[in-house]
């Protein structure tokens, strides 16, 4: 088939808080941004509108004194994003070429050529590997073991029934406080005598009675049939190595996310885990003119609010790159569209044409 080729000023790469607050901002600057974001795929954990498509209750986006369902929010920002002329791509992307620019983004059946890119592709769950982990007709992965409750925790295979989540931070709690809506009980194995969640969020399912924390306790194998599903679990005491088998009908999987930068690999630079490096006073990449924001270059706080915050930076910072003013790089440097590298100490004086005259020293 015959690819169609697309040239754009802005190209961002997910609709998740951070690339629809990146389209927001760049669609108003009238750069006629192209989001593009894979569709719907279980096997892939992909959504549009990213990770708050699978929760419910978003109490902290600020605005929102009652609070508001994950997906109503994500369809807000998408609103405000189309209001301004943000065009909506529904492709997952195969590969990408960030050697010289425009840079080139390749789906199926499209070849997209991008003056500015921004990487807003999030993170993605994490597995353990444990036998019994894998997809149907591996394992149990679709038939009675999840990554996601609030997908997949209504559904009747769950309902009254022994779960178990594994995990011990603010995804695990999460998961097992919502469960509790539908399950007869939630077992909550975290492989240490502490928990990494959030004080509130702890507390939160210390509370709840139908949750019982396993201490010190580590999930080794998830046991059942392949027409009825999940019935046990084998657990292991992480202290004394002793295993024991415990009856349950539902296994979730809440250890947390990576980010999804497989596509930016030897392109990009990363850290041990694979999130993208920025600069901290700008969201600037090792290449000029990518930028990242949200989840995808935050180990830290990967929250929507800041997700969204990066998002704006991005959209600023390629704005000013397109506008040939100077972005900050990961190395110190500055650097505009033309490729003038500038140190950051030093002074720019430009034309309002964008040419640069002069480049001084900062502080004499
Ligand atoms: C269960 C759960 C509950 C949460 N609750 C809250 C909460 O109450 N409050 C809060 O502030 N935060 C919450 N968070 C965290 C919040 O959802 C994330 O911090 C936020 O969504 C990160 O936004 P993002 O835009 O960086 O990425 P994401 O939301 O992860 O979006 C990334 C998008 O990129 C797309 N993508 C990835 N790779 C490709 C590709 N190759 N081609 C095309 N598209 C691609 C994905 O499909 C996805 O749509 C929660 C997270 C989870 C999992």
Not at 64 to 79: H, N, V
Not at 175 to 186: G, M, Q, S, W
């Amino acid at each position: 088939m015959a690819t169609e080729e697309t040239r754009r000023q802005v190209v961002i790469i997910g609709s998740g808080p951070a690339g629809l607050t990146a389209a927001i901002y760049t669609a108003r600057a009238n750069l006629n941004p192209l989001l593009i974001d894979a569709p719907a795929d279980t096997e892939r954990q992909t959504t549009p509108g990213g990770q708050l498509m699978i929760t419910t209750d978003v109490e902290n986006y600020p605005g929102f004194a009652k609070g508001i369902e994950g997906p109503e929010l994500m369809m807000e920002f998408r609103k405000q994003a189309e209001r301004f002329g943000t065009e909506f791509l529904e492709e997952w992307i195969t590969k990408v070429d960030l050697q010289q620019r425009p840079f080139t983004l390749y789906t199926e059946n499209r070849t997209i050529k991008a003056d500015t890119l921004i990487i807003a592709s999030g993170a993605s769950a994490k597995w353990l590997g444990v036998p019994g982990e894998a997809k149907t007709p591996h394992g149990f992965g679709g038939n009675g073991v999840s990554a996601c409750a609030t997908c997949d925790g209504p559904l009747p295979a769950f309902r009254n029934k022994r779960l178990l989540v594994v995990g011990g931070g603010d995804t695990a709690m999460e998961e097992a406080t919502f469960l509790t809506r539908y399950a007869a009980k939630v077992y909550l194995a975290h492989r240490r005598d502490k928990l990494r969640a959030s004080k509130i969020m702890q507390e939160k399912a210390f509370r709840n009675e139908k949750i019982e924390f396993l201490w010190n306790t580590e999930l080794v194998e998830i046991l059942g049939t392949q027409a009825d599903g999940v019935n046990a679990v084998r657990l292991r005491d992480t202290r004394s190595g002793e295993d024991r088998t415990t009856d349950v009908e539902g296994v979730f999987i809440a250890i947390g996310h990576k980010p999804n930068t497989e596509l930016f690999k030897g392109q990009l630079d990363m850290d041990a885990v694979g999130y993208i490096k920025t600069n901290g006073h700008s969201t600037a990449t090792n290449i000029p003119g990518v930028f990242a924001c949200g989840d995808v270059q935050d180990s830290v706080y990967r929250q929507a609010i800041t997700a969204a915050g990066t998002g704006c930076m991005s959209a600023i910072d390629a704005e000013r790159f397109l506008d040939h003013l100077p972005v900050e790089m990961p190395s110190g440097e500055e650097i505009t569209d033309e490729g003038e590298h500038i140190t950051a100490d030093r002074r720019l004086i430009i034309e309002p044409d964008g040419e640069i005259i002069s480049n001084e020293p900062a502080f004499e």
